[in-house]
């Protein structure tokens, strides 16, 4: 089974910053080598792609937070980083990690991002 754990999410005032983490770790299994990205779902709406990075580097990132955030990987650590900066209310959410393998997409269970004055 694969297991994602998010961290750093939080209540933060518009124009500031967080950083979000997630470990991946899977029994038997490498998961270092699988597309990683970050989802969104603010209430009343569908989950969304915020940003996707695959083992290679390449990312995708949503139009709306192109310019303010940043996804990273450390795949000696199996981690997935997404630095969020400019942060505005309407990027209020809970925040979703996910990795993509066996043509299955794992989820974890989601950090709250508050943006608020």
């Known amino acids: 089974q694969v297991q994602l754990v998010e961290s750093g999410g939080g209540s933060v005032q518009p124009g500031g910053s967080l950083r979000l983490s997630c470990a991946a770790s899977a029994s038997g299994g490498i998961t270092n080598i699988y597309p990683m990205g970050w989802y969104r779902q603010a209430a009343g709406k569908q989950r969304e792609l915020v940003a996707r990075?695959?083992?290679?580097?390449?990312?995708n990132y949503a139009d709306s937070v192109k310019g303010r955030f940043a996804i990273s990987r450390d795949n000696a650590k199996n981690t997935v980083y997404l630095q969020m900066n400019s942060l505005k209310p309407e990027d209020t959410a809970v925040y979703y990690c996910?990795?993509?393998?066996?043509?299955?997409?794992?989820w974890g269970r989601g950090t709250q991002v508050t943006v608020s004055s």
């Open positions: 990075i695959r083992n290679t580097a390449t990312t």
């Open positions: 996910s990795l993509e393998a066996w043509g299955l997409t794992y």
